[in-house]
């Protein structure tokens, strides 16, 4: 399973091992481990755990706040989308939609790149 114990001397007043530091081999590194006889046995363990970075996710977003869907209405009336509508579905769905709707959504509400 790829662990690594880190106490390697008695933890018990009768010599045996009863307290474990445990981990895996990676990417786990273990500064020291120090076992004291204070009475009783004191195991003091200091590690240095990586911890992955997530990655970068870039989404667009559209900011509607101050949106006017009175005039996206209006625009979207007068648009060829709704006066001359394609016979193709192919033309309808590639050239309309994306021309008229998307085309007038980037100007009234543009998208934006976010990086997080």
Do not use: W
């Not at 106490?7 to 990417?27: E, F, K, M, S, Y």
């Not at 009336?77 to 980037?106: E, I, W, Y």
């Amino acid at each position: 399973m790829d662990m690594i114990q880190h106490v390697n001397c008695p933890t018990h007043n009768r010599g045996g091992l009863l307290d474990l530091t445990i981990t895996l081999a990676l990417p786990v590194v273990v500064g020291s481990v120090t076992v004291s006889d204070l009475g009783i046995y004191v195991v003091s363990t200091r590690l240095a755990v990586a911890s992955p970075c997530p990655p970068c996710i870039t989404t667009e977003r559209r900011c509607f706040a101050n949106f006017d869907v009175d005039e996206y209405k209006r625009k979207l009336c007068a648009a060829s989308v709704f006066t001359q509508p394609k016979d193709q579905t192919n033309d309808f769905a590639d050239v309309q939609l994306r021309d008229d709707v998307v085309g007038m959504l980037g100007v009234m509400a543009p998208a934006k790149r976010v990086t997080r």
